[in-house]
Structure formats: structure tokens, C-alpha cells
């Protein structure tokens, strides 16, 4: 037996074992209900398959099935096993087969030249859609959690249908030629904000198809933007930079205090939406290696990942990322135009609530500020703003390296060293998908990007945008207790304008003890 039968075998009888496994639960499911509610009709047929020593053929699957919920939201006064067969009337249904009976997804073109040619991304379990899925997860990302214990609780009716009338963008983002290049967009959908416009007749024959990209409008608000513009940084041209209106004082009469600024921003939401075979070419391993990885490293959250290998799209239940345009929106694929961009990955403690321990926040507010001044020579500013708290490893870890680190001395040259001994790794951003946000916006060269990172910077010139000039973040800018942070980057190779980082130098950087943050 050749090598490639050898491994089709073993594959085929580890479906006939899940298969078995889900006949098992199957029928305890059966006699549970069979004893409060009567017979039913199982799912899986209950005669037993015997892998046989030669290649075996491919066994009849079951018919999918999914019953319609029965209500909107479950009635007052029912017992939680009368809603969850109000909800779910019909079988659970584990994970389904390529070969099944009754399967029949939509043909799903990733890099096709247009919308349509493309087709709509389905993942919704509804019985309008089930057989017709050709996308593996839930829209929302990790927020989909809500969205089940919303319906568990009767609060949202699981059949609800979105109404998208005049949700439409109020800003432009135009097909793009990268639209139509799979090796360039293999993390979102590029044509995520125009679900409900260009898949409107597949949305009226039933199929649950919907935006994972919002466009929108709006001003930001910041007292950081209000001290700058009061000392002359930022001009207010009544355009770009608004004089705020007066407030009110706490007795509802106006106030006579300064008012500030507003800064006119355009802004997108997109959810992840990954192809798997180019997230995986990306990452330079195999399509199965990462289906594998991320069903077992999810708990087994998706089994489709390993008996679905005919479906390439997978929702993952991760963060999105929110991009803010300062100027005209149609300068951003305009070559002729100055572009300043920041790629800025999520800090809760800094960017919201001022921590001094990093300059995640000193950074974004003066990336803010020259994306603002580009906009005002006629150019254009971007800001794209990762979820990926603590590096991609998570606020709990995060706080843990904190607690190693003021433990230990806080010293820079302890820094990376201090993360991989909680979490293994110093970094699991791993930035080769951050390029395809740029790529959808039709960026085709950025003249100055703030930034420090190597990883960033040379994962967007590979992905083909050349960067003109990267600056970092002024020094008088950088919070004393961070220096430990931006010493040891500087050390480690990252782009630095200024200082010079020895190996001895870090020693002698430390950062604030634990006991002089206590008053």
C-alpha cells in the first residue's frame, strides 16, 4: 500500500470512529428524550460500520436535518428543557460530511473578480442556511457568545432577521484590484460592507448572509487633541479640526469654559474572515497543520475544521480591528497623496485608562495627531487598531508578566525575558495578516508610518506596499516607567530615530517599584 492509501485509510477510519462517537451520544440523546417525549426518529442510521483492512470506501452520511424553532422567544413560565425543545426541536447535530446527504454549500470562489463571482459567506446554522453553509464559525467573532445566551434566555429570537435598510456606508471604500488577488486578502472579506446591497436577492431567497465590514462617520473627542490644539500643534480649519460647542454647565446654563476641539474621522469595524489556505501559505505550514491547530488548541470547538476539508472559510472567534481615515477617504488608494499610517495593536491599560508602564497610548495619541497634520497638507492619515491585547497573549497574562517583572527589579534586559517565562513566546501578534486591511483599503504606498516595530514594517513591504520613512515616538513624549519598555525594544533591533541601547545600558534601566506606587 502506498504512503498517500496508507494516510487515506487512517483518515477515513478516524471519520468512521467520530462517526461512531456521534451515533453513541446520538442514542443516550434518544433515550432521554424517548422517555419523557415518546420515540423519535434518530439522526445517525444505527447499523454499526467495520473499517475493513483494505482502503475503505467512503460511508453513506446522514441527511442533514434542522427543524425550524418552533417560537420567537420562548413563553413565560417553561421549564429550561421545554425551551431548549422550543428552541431546538430538531437533532444535534455535532458536525456534518462533504458526502453528506442534503449538502449542498454555496459555491464560495475566494479571489474571484467580483462580488458574485465570489459568493456570499455563509455560517449560519438557520434552516434557511444550514445545508447551504460553506463557511466554518459564527459571524461576530467572540462576541457570538452573547448572541447564544441572548437566545437561551428568550431575549432574542434565534430566527431574527437584521433589516439593513439604510445601514448602507456612508463613505465610499471602492473594489480595489487586490480584491480579486487571494494571495493578498486572506483575513477579512473584502466585500464585508457591501453584504446586504450585493448579495440582496440571495438575502431575500432566504440564504443568512451578513456584513462582517461597517462603514461609518464620526468626531473624535479627546483632551490630548484639546491640549494640542491649545498650544498651537493642531489648527482648527473647520474642516478636518472643529471647535467643539459650548457645554453646560451641571444646572443645564452654558458654559463659559474653553470648549476644545473635534477631529471629522471616517472609520470601518471589520470581523475576521479567513480563507484557510492562504492563512495558512502566510504562515508558511500546511492547510491541515492549521485546521488541526486550531481545533485542538480551541478545545474542539469545531469539528468541521477536520471532517469539512471542502470548506475553506473559517470565522474565528477573535477580535476584529477598526481602521480610522483623518481626510478624504478616496486619498488612501491615491498614489499621488502624502499617506501617514499607524498600525496600532490594543493596550486597555494604556489607551484607555493611562497606565504609564508602556507608551501605547502616548504612541497612538501622536500617531492621531500626524495623521491629522497629514490629512491638513492634503494628504491622508490612517490608523488601524488591532484587537490584540498583550501582544495577542491576553490582559491575564499580560498582568502576570507585570507582577514577574516589579517583583524582579523591573531592568530592561529582564523585559522579553519576563514574558516568555509566562507565556512561552515575547510576541504571538504575528503580523503577516495585518497587511490585508491595507490592502482592501487600496493602499499602494505609505510616505511615513510611526512605528518602531520591525515586524510590522517588514510584513507590509513584503505583502508589496513600499514605506517611504518610519519615525517612532518622541523621546520626551515616552512616560519614565516605560523607558524600561522602549529600552529594551531599542536593544532587541527595533527601529529606533535617536538613542543607542547597549547590552550594558540595560541593566541600568529600571522601572518604578512596587513600593513607590504606594501613597
Same mark, same amino acid.
Given at each position: 500500500?502506498?504512503?498517500?492509501?496508507?494516510?487515506?485509510?487512517?483518515?477515513?477510519?478516524?471519520?468512521?470512529?467520530?462517526?461512531?462517537?456521534?451515533?453513541?451520544?446520538?442514542?443516550?440523546?434518544?433515550?432521554?428524550?424517548?422517555?419523557?417525549?415518546?420515540?423519535?426518529?434518530?439522526?445517525?442510521?444505527?447499523?454499526?460500520?467495520?473499517?475493513?483492512?483494505?482502503?475503505?470506501?467512503?460511508?453513506?452520511?446522514?441527511?442533514?436535518?434542522?427543524?425550524?424553532?418552533?417560537?420567537?422567544s420562548p413563553p413565560a413560565r417553561t421549564t429550561d428543557k421545554e425551551r431548549e425543545k422550543l428552541l431546538y426541536p430538531g437533532r444535534v447535530n455535532l458536525t456534518t460530511?462533504?458526502?453528506?446527504?442534503?449538502?449542498?454549500?454555496?459555491?464560495?470562489?475566494?479571489?474571484?473578480?467580483?462580488?458574485?463571482a465570489r459568493g456570499p459567506i455563509i455560517c449560519s446554522r438557520l434552516p434557511s442556511s444550514i445545508k447551504h453553509r460553506n463557511a466554518i464559525g459564527a459571524h461576530s467573532?467572540?462576541?457570538?457568545?452573547?448572541?447564544?445566551?441572548?437566545?437561551?434566555?428568550?431575549?432574542?429570537?434565534?430566527?431574527?432577521?437584521?433589516?439593513?435598510?439604510?445601514?448602507?456606508?456612508?463613505?465610499?471604500?471602492?473594489?480595489?484590484?487586490?480584491?480579486?488577488?487571494?494571495?493578498?486578502?486572506?483575513?477579512?472579506?473584502?466585500?464585508?460592507?457591501?453584504?446586504?446591497?450585493?448579495?440582496?436577492?440571495?438575502?431575500?431567497? =432566504?440564504? @443568512?448572509?451578513?456584513? &462582517?465590514?461597517?462603514? $461609518?462617520?464620526?468626531?473624535?473627542?479627546?483632551?490630548?487633541?484639546? %491640549? +494640542?490644539?491649545?498650544?498651537?500643534?493642531?489648527?482648527?480649519?473647520?474642516?478636518?479640526?472643529?471647535?467643539?460647542?459650548?457645554?453646560?454647565?451641571?444646572?443645564?446654563?452654558?458654559?463659559?469654559?474653553?470648549?476644545?476641539?473635534?477631529?471629522?474621522?471616517?472609520?470601518?469595524?471589520?470581523?475576521?474572515?479567513?480563507?484557510?489556505?492562504?492563512?495558512?501559505?502566510?504562515?508558511?505550514?500546511?492547510?491541515?497543520?492549521?485546521?488541526?491547530?486550531?481545533?485542538?488548541?480551541?478545545?474542539?470547538?469545531?469539528?468541521?475544521?477536520?471532517?469539512?476539508?471542502?470548506?475553506?472559510?473559517?470565522?474565528?472567534?477573535?477580535?476584529?480591528?477598526?481602521?480610522?481615515?483623518?481626510?478624504?477617504?478616496?486619498?488612501?488608494?491615491?498614489?499621488?497623496?502624502?499617506?501617514?499610517?499607524?498600525?496600532?495593536?490594543?493596550?486597555? =491599560?494604556? @489607551?484607555?485608562?493611562? &497606565?504609564?508602564?508602556? $507608551?501605547?497610548?502616548?504612541?497612538?495619541?501622536?500617531?492621531?495627531? %500626524? +495623521?491629522?497634520?497629514?490629512?491638513?497638507?492634503?494628504?491622508?492619515?490612517?490608523?488601524?487598531?488591532?484587537?490584540?491585547?498583550?501582544?495577542?497573549?491576553?490582559?491575564?497574562?499580560?498582568?502576570?508578566?507585570?507582577?514577574?517583572?516589579?517583583?524582579?527589579?523591573?531592568?530592561?534586559?529582564?523585559?522579553?525575558?519576563?514574558?516568555?517565562?509566562?507565556?512561552?513566546?515575547?510576541?504571538?501578534?504575528?503580523?503577516?495578516?495585518?497587511?490585508?486591511?491595507?490592502?482592501?483599503?487600496?493602499?499602494?504606498?505609505?510616505?511615513?508610518?510611526?512605528?518602531?516595530?520591525?515586524?510590522?514594517?517588514?510584513?507590509?513591504?513584503?505583502?508589496?506596499?513600499?514605506?517611504?520613512r518610519r519615525y517612532d515616538i518622541p523621546d520626551h513624549l515616552i512616560p519614565p516607567d516605560s523607558r524600561v519598555e522602549i529600552d529594551a525594544k531599542i536593544a532587541a533591533?527595533?527601529?529606533?530615530?535617536?538613542?543607542?541601547? $547597549?547590552?550594558?545600558?540595560?541593566?541600568?534601566?529600571?522601572?518604578?517599584?512596587?513600593?513607590?506606587?504606594?501613597?
Amino acid at each position: 500500500m502506498s504512503t498517500s492509501d496508507a494516510v487515506l485509510t487512517q483518515i477515513l477510519a478516524q471519520l468512521n470512529t467520530l462517526q461512531l462517537q456521534q451515533q453513541t451520544i446520538q442514542a443516550k440523546l434518544d433515550a432521554i428524550s424517548n422517555t419523557s417525549q415518546g420515540p423519535t426518529t434518530p439522526l445517525e442510521p444505527t447499523h454499526s460500520r467495520t473499517p475493513s483492512k483494505e482502503l475503505p470506501a467512503a460511508s453513506p452520511k446522514p441527511a442533514l436535518t434542522s427543524s425550524e424553532p418552533r417560537i420567537g422567544s420562548p413563553p413565560a413560565r417553561t421549564t429550561d428543557k421545554e425551551r431548549e425543545k422550543l428552541l431546538y426541536p430538531g437533532r444535534v447535530n455535532l458536525t456534518t460530511y462533504p458526502d453528506q446527504h442534503g449538502i449542498t454549500p454555496c459555491p464560495l470562489h475566494w479571489g474571484a473578480p467580483d462580488a458574485l463571482a465570489r459568493g456570499p459567506i455563509i455560517c449560519s446554522r438557520l434552516p434557511s442556511s444550514i445545508k447551504h453553509r460553506n463557511a466554518i464559525g459564527a459571524h461576530s467573532g467572540s462576541y457570538s457568545i452573547y448572541r447564544a445566551l441572548s437566545i437561551a434566555m428568550g431575549a432574542l429570537s434565534p430566527s431574527h432577521k437584521p433589516d439593513y435598510a439604510k445601514t448602507e456606508p456612508p463613505v465610499n471604500i471602492p473594489p480595489q484590484p487586490a480584491w480579486s488577488d487571494p494571495s493578498k486578502i486572506v483575513s477579512l472579506d473584502p466585500y464585508g460592507h457591501l453584504v446586504p446591497t450585493v448579495f440582496a436577492k440571495q438575502i431575500q431567497d =432566504g440564504l @443568512d448572509a451578513r456584513p &462582517s465590514i461597517a462603514v $461609518t462617520k464620526a468626531h473624535l473627542k479627546m483632551s490630548e487633541l484639546d %491640549e +494640542c490644539a491649545r498650544s498651537g500643534e493642531l489648527q482648527v480649519d473647520g474642516k478636518i479640526v472643529l471647535k467643539s460647542p459650548p457645554g453646560v454647565n451641571p444646572d443645564g446654563s452654558p458654559s463659559t469654559n474653553e470648549s476644545g476641539v473635534e477631529v471629522f474621522v471616517s472609520k470601518a469595524a471589520v470581523e475576521p474572515v479567513w480563507y484557510l489556505p492562504g492563512v495558512a501559505e502566510r504562515f508558511g505550514i500546511s492547510e491541515s497543520l492549521l485546521r488541526r491547530a486550531l481545533f485542538e488548541d480551541t478545545g474542539g470547538m469545531y469539528p468541521e475544521l477536520i471532517t469539512r476539508p471542502d470548506i475553506k472559510v473559517f470565522l474565528p472567534p477573535i477580535g476584529g480591528l477598526t481602521v480610522y481615515i483623518f481626510g478624504n477617504p478616496a486619498y488612501v488608494s491615491d498614489e499621488s497623496k502624502e499617506l501617514t499610517l499607524r498600525v496600532h495593536d490594543e493596550c486597555n =491599560g494604556s @489607551d484607555v485608562f493611562g &497606565s504609564d508602564i508602556c $507608551t501605547c497610548k502616548p504612541y497612538l495619541t501622536y500617531a492621531i495627531v %500626524e +495623521c491629522i497634520r497629514c490629512a491638513q497638507r492634503g494628504g491622508v492619515g490612517v490608523v488601524v487598531y488591532f484587537r490584540k491585547e498583550g501582544r495577542a497573549l491576553g490582559e491575564v497574562t499580560k498582568y502576570l508578566v507585570y507582577n514577574l517583572r516589579k517583583r524582579g527589579g523591573d531592568r530592561a534586559d529582564r523585559y522579553f525575558k519576563s514574558t516568555e517565562m509566562i507565556a512561552g513566546v515575547k510576541d504571538m501578534r504575528f503580523q503577516a495578516l495585518m497587511p490585508d486591511v491595507l490592502h482592501w483599503l487600496g493602499v499602494r504606498k505609505v510616505d511615513a508610518m510611526v512605528s518602531m516595530s520591525d515586524m510590522k514594517y517588514e510584513a507590509i513591504v513584503k505583502s508589496g506596499i513600499p514605506i517611504l520613512r518610519r519615525y517612532d515616538i518622541p523621546d520626551h513624549l515616552i512616560p519614565p516607567d516605560s523607558r524600561v519598555e522602549i529600552d529594551a525594544k531599542i536593544a532587541a533591533g527595533y527601529f529606533s530615530s535617536g538613542k543607542r541601547v $547597549t547590552e550594558e545600558d540595560l541593566s541600568r534601566t529600571v522601572g518604578r517599584a512596587w513600593e513607590e506606587m504606594e501613597h
